[in-house]
């Protein structure tokens, strides 16, 4: 079917803190339309979206069957205070109030929990993700929490320590999983878990002017070995563009996030059916009611 499997219908892919701003006091209906009409015409049916803080999402979902979508949404995505992701959800302090995010999730009409357990790339520094990562041991109570409430659980994540703490735990989905190494990989093929690697948060950087290309090429490559390393070893592979964010416009980010995923693998009957198998594990697991 090849749907979106990661997506911010709260940004626009070109100003982040403007298209925030928009919704600030009030949802505004004729831009998450917009956004919904994007998905209609490239013919994606069905979006995951990763949340935001202000029910844009959550919305959107309201409106989606309109555009013949089915749009699930965390609602929010739930981050460690003092931690990387407040711009897309909301915080705790300790587990029991961990807890207490997971049911006002539920009470909100999430599908179910996202999560982010580390930072971002830092584009500054090669091979460095932002911040610290949270504890494994605290991971794998969150994602024990959350799969005993009977959701499954997306992980914002990157960086070795990061996605193996991810893995181990058992959560439904990494995302991103930037500056994984080896081993990492290999633990992912064996895992259970779904890798969305949003090839194109990266890719469609190329040549912006953002940052310089001798910056972004090699986390591009970085990436696209550990694809291909990932999809040898059988890893579960599927696209999601994380449309929204900086260049990638909603709609045409998953175009460009197949393309992507075609080019490193190779555009072969073989690569589209792992991809939608991969796409249909995230629909089994994330969209069960
Ligand atoms: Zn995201």
């Not at 999730?105 to 990562?133: C, Q, S, Y």
């Not at 990494?174 to 194109?200: F, I, K």
Request: aromatic content about 8%.
């Amino acid at each position: 079917m090849f749907g979106e499997c990661h997506a911010h219908i709260i940004m626009d892919g070109k100003n982040y803190r403007k298209a925030v701003e928009l919704h600030a006091e009030q949802v505004q209906d004729d831009v998450i339309r917009r956004h919904l009409k994007a998905y209609q015409d490239v013919g994606v049916s069905f979006v995951r979206d990763g949340g935001d803080s202000y029910g844009v999402s959550r919305r959107a979902k309201e409106l989606a069957p309109e555009y013949g979508i089915d749009y699930r949404t965390p609602v929010f995505a739930i981050h460690k205070e003092g931690h990387y992701g407040s711009i897309v959800g909301r915080s705790f302090r300790n587990l029991r109030e961990y807890y207490q995010r997971v049911l006002e999730a539920r009470e909100e009409g999430a599908d179910f929990i996202k999560i982010m357990t580390t930072g971002l790339l830092d584009f500054d520094n090669h091979g460095k993700v932002t911040g610290t990562p949270l504890e494994a041991a605290e991971v794998r109570e969150m994602v024990h929490i959350a799969h005993e409430e009977g959701f499954a659980v997306m992980s914002h994540t990157n960086g070795v320590y990061g996605v193996q703490a991810a893995l181990e735990a058992g959560v439904d989905s990494v995302e991103h999983g930037n500056y994984m190494d080896e081993e990492t990989v290999l633990m992912l093929a064996q895992s259970r878990t779904v890798w969305v690697p949003t090839l194109v948060t990266v890719r469609n950087l190329m040549g912006c002017g953002r940052y310089e290309d001798r910056v972004i090429r090699p986390i591009m490559d970085h990436a696209a070995a550990n694809l291909r390393l990932a999809y040898e070893k059988g890893a579960m592979i599927a696209p999601g563009s994380d449309a929204g964010a900086y260049q990638v416009p909603h709609g045409k980010g998953i175009e460009d996030e197949l393309s992507a995923f075609l080019q490193i693998l190779g555009d072969t009957a073989e690569v589209r059916t792992r991809l939608e198998n991969g796409e249909y594990e995230i629909y089994r697991r994330f969209c069960r009611n």
